[in-house]
């Protein structure tokens, strides 16, 4: 499986913006790009997902290299409640034996400053 | 909203019990997972249902197994608990449809419940 990599942790003062990056060097062409955060004593949510063109949702956007080797996540206006663990995953877009599940690695731990 | 409920946040039990985690969704999904969380290994996925009665081992079963009986409720259980099964354990669900690939369709997830094996 494709692997991604993530700084283990970042910092943010609340209302400004955070790009959260993520490394995914050895993806394929079939690989679209997750990403999921886990609040403190919650289980993991999911934020967005990618393939190729950059993608907007309410809660973030996802911006993706030109060769798709790397992706940032993008929190427009960090908030108190933003503070989580981020995860980047790829998900094979093709119905495999191991596409139905989500690998988890270990993320970025996301500090907000009031 | 997606909700998935499990049963309980905490739960402690003695070792050689047999121990039942139950998960209940209310979006009509038709996958059902649980996986386990532990300090420095990540989430890992142990059972997957993508069914009623249907059931298929993920990454580590052993000393696991799961009943599906009715499309909103999965249940996983210790049949024998051990210490090495202490741990958060988090129960997600999917749907198949709405036009996207099913390896893209997003998983809720329940907030977890967390076990300690005595």
């Known amino acids: 499986d494709a692997k991604t990599t993530q700084p283990n942790s970042m910092e943010s003062n609340e209302e400004e913006p955070v790009h959260l990056p993520c490394n995914h060097s050895?993806?394929?062409?079939?690989?679209?790009i997750h990403w999921y955060r886990q609040l403190p004593s919650q289980g993991p949510e999911y934020v967005i997902h990618?393939?190729?063109s950059n993608v907007n949702n309410r809660m973030a956007s996802l911006a993706i290299a030109e060769d798709r080797k790397s992706s940032t996540l993008i929190l427009h206006r960090a908030t108190l409640r933003d503070a989580a663990v981020y995860y980047c995953?790829?998900?094979?877009?093709?119905?495999?034996?191991?596409?139905?599940?989500?690998?988890f690695g270990s993320g970025t731990r996301l500090l907000v400053r009031p | 909203d997606v909700k998935v409920t499990q049963s309980s946040r905490y739960l402690v039990k003695r070792t050689g019990e047999k121990v039942f985690l139950e998960c209940v969704q209310d979006m009509d999904h038709e996958n059902m997972f649980w996986y386990r969380q532990d300090p420095g290994l990540g989430l890992r996925l142990i059972y997957f249902?993508?069914?009623?009665?249907?059931?298929e081992k993920g990454d580590i079963p052993e000393g696991y197994s799961v009943s599906r009986e009715k499309k909103e409720r999965f249940s996983l259980i210790l049949e024998s608990a051990s210490t090495n099964q202490t741990s958060m354990y988090l129960c997600a669900s999917s749907s198949t449809t709405g036009g996207w690939e099913q390896s893209n369709q997003p998983q809720h997830f329940g907030d977890g419940t967390r076990l300690s094996i005595l």
């Open positions: 050895t993806i394929s062409g079939t690989d679209y």
């Open positions: 990618g393939l190729t």
């Open positions: 995953i790829l998900r094979d877009q093709r119905v495999t034996d191991s596409s139905y599940k989500l690998i």
């Open positions: 249902s993508y069914d009623v009665k249907m059931k």
